[in-house]
């Protein structure tokens, strides 16, 4: 009797303590008092419910793809403007370019400029002293800012219209640049290569029209692997010169056709290296001169170019995009 006595009163003693245990494990965690009495957690551990399920924090949204900014196009133009030539280029830099400016002192260049508001031209070419192309651009320095001028050294000497020209833009003060062959004119650097590829940089004067005509500045204007080539008036002595120095160098996409297509032009041999996929010719409509000439057209079909003309379908655009960047 008294051993069940004893253990009845060992149990309930047991219970006792292990209740203080148990109010005093509550009373310190909630008070943030560590509790570390030998042997309680082992007999808490019996009385706690499973472990909570755990639920993570959500994740922090994935950063949205970086703004995507494609680069500012190339815009090349062949003007109508009649029986001559003139281009316009808008450069990706925002500056401009002005090739040779067309017969007419006033329209259709005029219209041209002043439809895009153009007050302001950065670099004016003339490939060479013809009236056809140095005519409208006494308008250009009369009524437009200009910042540099390029220009053939050679002289026509029965021009006397390119001699007043040559003289107001000296007067004016606007630089002067005569670009040789193998120059690189930096009028977008690091976006646009300009290559010289002909021209006459030294004195000389003329007044045989095939002389001057291969004295043209002729200029490849690459931007993103896409290449035109501006040839003024070169003729088939010059186009020869070209293909030995320069060989596959002449590949371009786009060819402004020598000589507003003229039969003195656009050879076999030259096109089998220019390799263009498109072809301008700028000519006027009903020209006296018979321009295009019909073996011109035949080289540039047998080459499987697609030709555009000013006389038939006005003024021609051709763009080169920029590339699309941005973070992914």
């Known amino acids: 009797m008294r051993t069940e006595t004893r253990t009845g009163k060992t149990e309930r003693t047991r219970a006792f303590f292990v209740s203080v245990v148990l109010f005093s494990a509550l009373f310190l965690s909630s008070s943030g008092t560590v509790f570390c009495a030998s ?3 082992d007999s808490l551990s019996k009385l706690t419910p499973p472990d909570a399920v755990f639920i993570p924090e ?10 995507f900014r494609a680069s500012p196009a190339l815009n090349a133009y062949f003007i109508s403007v009649g029986q001559g030539d003139s281009e316009y280029i808008e450069l990706p830099n925002g500056k401009n370019v002005l090739i040779d400016g067309g017969p007419n002192p006033t329209a259709p260049l005029v219209q041209f ?31 437009l800012k200009v910042g540099s001028f390029y220009d053939t050294r050679e002289d026509n000497t029965g021009a006397v219209g390119a001699k007043a020209l040559r003289a107001k833009i000296s007067a004016q003060g606007i630089p002067v640049v005569y670009p040789a062959a193998g120059d690189s004119l930096d009028w977008d650097p690091g976006e646009v290569q300009v290559k010289v590829l002909n021209g006459c940089a030294t004195p000389g004067g003329s007044n045989s029209g ?17 290449s035109i080539l501006y040839t003024g008036d070169m003729q088939s ?24 297509g003229s039969n003195t032009a656009t050879s076999r041999a030259f096109l089998d290296l220019v390799k263009p996929k498109y072809a301008y010719i700028e000519v ?28 038939l379908g006005g003024t021609q655009e051709y763009s080169i995009a920029g590339i699309r960047t941005g973070t992914l």
């Open 39 to 41: 042997g309680a957690f």
């Open 58 to 67: 959500p994740a922090a949204p994935a950063p949205l793809p970086g703004p």
């Open 113 to 143: 400029l002043s439809g895009r508001g153009v007050t302001k031209i950065d670099y004016v070419v003339l490939t060479h002293p013809h009236l056809d192309h140095y005519s409208g651009l006494d308008y250009v320095f009369s009524h």
């Open 210 to 226: 095939s002389v001057i005509n291969d004295c043209s500045i002729v200029l490849k204007v690459t931007y993103q692997n896409t």
């Open 237 to 260: 002595d010059a186009e020869a010169a070209l293909v030995s120095s320069y060989g596959s160098q002449l590949q371009s996409d786009v060819l402004k056709v020598g000589h507003h």
């Open 284 to 311: 006027g409509e009903g020209n006296t001169f018979g321009f295009p000439a019909q073996a011109t057209l035949t080289n540039l079909q047998a080459a499987g170019v697609t030709v555009y003309r000013t006389d």
